[in-house]
């Protein structure tokens, strides 16, 4: 197998214009999903049985809580990569992944609450799934606040992978938690081994919801990732040619 | 009209939950623009002070 696409990546201009160019053709499909997964799930999909109207929190809540545990996933990946390797890319890309990762593991946190007020009586409980999410949080903030102690760059990727790829074991515990213990949270309804439980009029609208919302993150991840690459390789000649339109001996 | 805004009385929880999570899409895109327009602004400096050297 050839390494030559690996290296490929790995060239800062060139993921730079890579990302630049899948930016407008993730973030269309991904407003579309979105906006078709949120009005199917408020307008179309029927009220739950048991829920009525409250259930309709599902298509915010469990969206967003898989977006946080996908981007923590790319995020230890990345820093991995970028650690072992070297590669000022792959840092650039967990360095990214961070703060959007951080925000939407906060809004499932909340909307979770929110949910949990009039279904279970409480906002809050020290429950297994709950407990591990809030623990994502905050290895997500970790991760920002230690990379942002550090005015080195590169010493700030370091650091900040190392915290990352600890935080890394809490993914499964996270995923598992409702299967592991008994816990308060339901267990998965879509992602489960006799395939989803629910009618196709819910089940479309929320399907929708997490491929919109996986490509949102992308889109958001590329634009990010261009002002990390630019912050690693702020003296690069490409960068003058790009923020100049000229070359260095120009 | 306004059985669907009222949401069987659990209007507060559905509407806050879907603002909170529209608000953060858009959140995070106007925080991914101004990430990209500071870091050009930084690389701009930093061209121009060693144009100058």
């Known amino acids: ?250 | 009209m306004s059985e669907f805004f009222a949401m069987s009385g659990y209007a507060l929880y559905v509407w806050s939950s879907y603002a909170i999570g529209i608000g953060a899409l858009l959140l995070n895109i106007y925080w991914a623009r101004a990430s990209l327009r500071q870091a050009e602004a930084q690389a701009r400096r930093r061209l121009a002070s060693g144009d100058a050297a």
Request: glycine share 8%; net charge positive; charged share 10%.
């Open chain 1, 1 to 250: 197998m050839s390494w030559a696409w690996f290296h490929r990546f790995g060239s800062p201009p060139y993921f730079y214009r890579l990302a630049t160019r899948w930016v407008p053709w993730l973030s269309w499909p991904a407003g579309v999903l979105i906006v078709g997964g949120l009005f199917g799930g408020l307008v179309i999909a029927p009220a739950d049985y048991q829920q009525s109207d409250a259930y309709r929190i599902l298509y915010v809540h469990a969206p967003t809580a898989w977006l946080s545990q996908m981007a923590y996933t790319l995020m230890a990946v990345a820093a991995a990569v970028g650690l072992v390797w070297r590669m000022k890319v792959a840092s650039a890309v967990a360095a990214a992944a961070a703060p959007i990762g951080a925000s939407f593991t906060a809004v499932s946190l909340v909307t979770g609450m929110l949910w949990g007020q009039p279904m279970w009586g409480t906002y809050w409980a020290w429950d297994p799934r709950l407990v591990f999410q809030l623990v994502l949080f905050f290895f997500f903030l970790g991760f920002i606040g230690l990379r942002s102690a550090i005015d080195d760059v590169s010493r700030a990727d370091r650091a900040g992978a190392v915290l990352a790829i600890v935080g890394i074991v809490n993914v499964p515990i996270v995923h598992y938690s409702v299967t592991w213990w008994n816990s308060l949270h339901q267990a998965p309804s879509v992602l489960r081994a006799q395939g989803p439980s629910m009618p196709a009029s819910m089940l479309v609208p929320l399907l929708m919801s997490f491929l919109g919302i996986t490509l949102y993150f992308y889109a958001v991840l590329f634009y990010r990732t261009r002002a990390e690459i630019l912050r690693r390789d702020r003296g690069a000649a490409w960068v003058r040619e790009l923020l100049t339109g000229k070359g260095k001996t120009a």
